[in-house]
């Protein structure tokens, strides 16, 4: 019996070395490759300098709730904390329209000239959401970021100072390593009694600028 498995083991040995010789010569013999086509991409250095300061101004539109749409003028002071986080220091100013009620009655105006000027100025936080590039074009392309801000300040307007919240998105686009095109859009949010009920208003601003970085 033990001479059956003895002879079978080596059949089976004999076999299993007859098929690895059989197989590997195809391997050996093999010298074709594989061409791998692998488009060289260029990678360039990003082209912003590592300033930390940034100086800008803006043109827009402020839509002062009940006082309608008017032209609206700001500068701005940022520190680049981080890649990511900015502080910026900011000031800006408009002018209240007329009401709708006083347009349609014959009434004496709610404000008189100089309480109907308004400034804004406070300090925000923003934080660098979505850095990365715009194209214009299959060519052509620019470096962007996009950010969202929150902070407070004051608005002098109707004659009072009112606490004001600010909240907005900005978009800056570069256009080369020390300029920007920013466009933004905010929201001043401040308590109001001018109608004689107290009220929480939404003042939308929409702006255009550009930022100047050193």
């Known amino acids: 019996m033990e001479t059956r498995f003895q002879r079978i083991l080596l059949a089976t040995s004999l076999s299993l070395i007859l098929s690895i010789s059989a197989i590997t010569p195809i391997y050996a013999n093999?010298?074709?490759?594989v061409d791998v086509d692998v488009e060289k991409r260029d990678v360039l250095e990003d082209i912003l300098d590592d300033e930390n300061f940034e100086i800008g101004v803006q043109v827009g539109i402020m839509s002062i709730e009940d006082f309608g749409s008017n032209a609206w003028v700001?500068?701005?002071?940022?520190?680049?904390?981080?890649?990511?986080?900015?502080?910026?220091?900011?000031?800006g100013q408009s002018?209240?329209?007329?009401?709708?009620?006083?347009?349609?009655?014959?009434?004496?105006?709610?404000?008189t000239d100089e309480q109907r000027e308004l400034s804004?100025?406070?300090?925000?936080?923003?934080?660098?959401l979505m850095p990365g590039e715009v194209f214009l074009g299959r060519?052509?392309?620019?470096?962007?970021?996009?950010?969202?801000?929150?902070?407070?300040?004051?608005?002098?307007?109707?004659?009072?100072?009112?606490f004001t919240v600010?909240?907005?998105?900005?978009?800056?686009?570069?256009?080369t390593d020390w300029i920007a095109w920013d466009i933004g859009m905010s929201d001043y949010i401040f308590d109001t009694d001018i109608a004689g009920e107290n009220k929480t208003t939404h003042n939308l601003n929409f702006t255009t600028g550009f930022a100047f970085y050193f």
């Open 95 to 111: 002018e209240a329209g007329t009401t709708s009620f006083e347009n349609l009655v014959n009434a004496s105006p709610l404000l």
């Open 120 to 128: 804004y100025y406070g300090l925000n936080i923003g934080y660098n």
């Open 30 to 33: 093999d010298n074709s490759s």
């Open 166 to 175: 600010n909240v907005g998105v900005n978009q800056r686009l570069f256009l």
């Open 139 to 162: 060519d052509f392309a620019l470096n962007s970021a996009f950010s969202i801000e929150l902070g407070a300040g004051t608005t002098q307007f109707a004659g009072d100072d009112k």
């Open 74 to 91: 700001s500068a701005h002071f940022t520190y680049h904390i981080s890649e990511f986080f900015y502080a910026k220091a900011r000031y």
